[in-house]
């Protein structure tokens, strides 16, 4: 596209899929990426993943397919401002959760204790094999068969053991280097998302309150504008008008600093990108306002007793299953049951990674259960 920067990544030059696959005309190759995302399964189901609150706890509070609109919203925002692929961007904001397991990081921590000694368990890692394996639609390849920069976009994180299996996809963690300008400005975006939205559900919940966020500068500032301006305003109003200002005030930030990063180091191609510090960043004054936002979030709503207790539920609940499940893969159903023959620990793993909150619940009563049907 001519009105792309040098430095974003061009549909035209992708370095390709696994499986070679004719052109999508008139669709770009990011957009035919995004379009398997939309349509993938593990899509669907990020509408009953805990994004903080588990889903029967509340029909309003964010899930993981809410937090990925949100992100992709953030995203394209910041692409089309910079001058990157929209569609690539997007691509990689709907996909960076499809990994993550039921019931949030604690799912995550108790996937990857069970999985020690097989492996272990990375939510990003998980991720890519769900878009390169776990996925099942496609009549000559397993799963989405995405693009190289896609695939690369979405592996945030990755232990050096892992990147050693996964070829150029896994190089920039064994070699130095970053990934393109639009899988940084989507890790940013699902920080911005997250850190502001998760204060809207705190706040919903009444597990943080006003008064607390008060000392926090972030907060505290935009909140003060919105009560000055508008010292009639009611509660719900009052927050959402102070969290829009926030994101607003990250997102203009992380423009212009980002801005300042590439008129510094001026990289001409993406594979430039690559070998530059990372461009997309935030000012060190609003970063260390960011920070002091997510420790308060640490400290007072992920760790809250409330919280907690609802994770020590769900970490016994998905270790119990997984013991189940290895301990006797005939529990499995079908499809998982032919992949245990292969690897059991990974494909239990994998089949409890992709359940939803509510089904894990119902599974575990399947199981467990004397009285409850199968």
Known sequence: MADLAPYAAQSALSRGRRHPEPPAAPRSEFQRDRDRIVHSTAFRRLEYKTQVFI???????????????????????????????????ETLALAHDLG????????????????????????????????????????????????????????????????????DVGRRFLEGGQPGLEAQITNLADE????????????????????????????????AEV???????????LIHETVRRMINTLVVDLLEQTRRNIAEHRPASPDAVRACPPLAAFSPAVREESLELKRFLFQNL??????????????????????????????????HRERAEADPHRAVCDYIAGMTDRYAIREHRRIFDIEERV
Do not use: W
Request: proline share 3%; hydrophobic share 35%.
């Open 100 to 167: 993550h397991t039921p019931f949030g990081h604690v799912g995550q921590d108790a996937l990857n204790e069970c999985m020690a000694g097989h492996g272990g368990f990375e939510h990003n890692l998980q991720s890519l094999r769900v878009v390169d394996t776990l996925e099942q639609k496609y009549a000559e390849f397993e799963g989405l068969n995405l693009t190289f920069e896609a695939r690369e976009g979405i592996l945030k994180h990755c232990s050096k053991k892992n990147a050693e299996k996964l070829g």
């Open 55 to 89: 889903n029967h706890e509340g029909d309003l509070f964010r899930t993981r397919l809410t937090h990925s609109l949100e992100v992709a919203q953030i995203g394209r925002t910041l692409a089309r401002m910079l001058g990157l692929d929209e569609d690539l961007t």
């Open 192 to 223: 911005i998302a997250y850190n502001n939205h998760d204060v809207d559900d705190g706040l919903r919940s009444g597990l943080i309150s006003l008064e607390q966020l008060e000392g926090v500068a972030l907060f505290a500032r935009h909140l």
């Open 227 to 237: 009560r000055q301006r508008y010292p009639a305003l009611n509660d719900r109003r």
């Open 302 to 335: 992920y760790r809250h007793y409330r919280v907690e207790r609802m994770s020590a539920k769900a970490r016994r609940l998905l270790k119990e299953l997984f013991a189940a499940f290895t301990d006797s893969p005939a529990l499995l159903p079908p499809e």
